[in-house]
DNA sequence: AAATATGTATTGACAGTCTATATATAGACC
DNA sequence: GGTCTATATATAGACTGTCAATACATATTT
């Protein structure tokens, strides 16, 4: 995989993002490069979309910040709120609804009959 | 199912509206409708998205369009040019690898470990 | 000394979606 | 006759999420 989905991560942008903390909290840019890796780099989000991503979701209390200065770089750790919780899970179940849903609507495209890529003059 | 996917569909209604033209020529406002109830109400794409959507879609040559006057009231009939079909195609390809990449990310979450939405006081 | 990686942040532009509005006809119902 | 609903296309304006570009600062590597 190389290129980016291509605008197709808008509208669950959050999600993923919120899914990085469900295993403790982090900072961005190990929240960047965590999605990164892990979607091997499907999933590579600009920090010009992060942290003001991140800014929004505090202040819709879906994560709360604390300052690190144990480390060398002072660096802003993010961790779910009980409400992030609940809609990252709330999110989750409705992505998985929404995927079924365009998964059958996409059916015939993928069966035996379709049109690989060069026919019908 | 009642509640729109809320930005969900962002991204790839392209994809769903070039979809619907698979099986032959369709007018907007079917299109609309064949959408809205192949999906149970969830991919509810309104007017206002729709059209522009559509002379987007004719703009870039991936579907042509022709009045039919033959029945009672006018309607723009759409059709899939070449490169819609491709296009098509190569969406469709691109969004499965999306979700895969996607469900793969989000696995934890709906694993029997999993909070199902009230613990941890 | 210089280049690269780490780390957070803001700015401005762009594109896709929504809401609201406009227009017009067909058919059903009262 | 009059009203309501469904059909049918279209535009305007606002909002919002994403991106690209830029800025700044420090640690590590070369």
Redesign the interface.
């Known amino acids: 995989?190389e290129k980016s989905?291509?605008?197709?991560?808008?509208?669950?942008l959050d999600?993923?993002v919120l899914?990085t903390l469900?295993?403790g909290e982090k900072h961005g840019y190990l929240i960047q490069k965590n999605?990164q890796r892990?979607?091997?780099g499907?999933?590579s989000i600009q920090a010009g979309t992060l942290y003001p991503l991140l800014h929004r979701l505090e202040a819709d209390h879906l994560i709360r910040s604390r300052w690190d200065e144990s480390t060398k770089r002072r660096r802003k750790c993010y961790e779910l709120t009980?409400a992030g919780?609940?809609r990252?899970?709330?999110q989750?179940v409705?992505?998985?609804?929404?995927?079924a849903?365009?998964?059958?609507?996409?059916q015939?495209?993928?069966e035996p009959g379709?049109?690989?890529?060069g026919e019908?003059p």
């Open positions: 995989m989905s291509e605008g197709m991560l808008r509208g669950n999600l993923l899914s469900l295993d999605l892990s979607s091997d499907l999933v009980r919780q609940k990252l899970h709330s989750a409705q992505w998985r609804e929404y995927v849903c365009v998964q059958k609507m996409l015939p495209l993928f379709a049109i690989p890529a019908t």
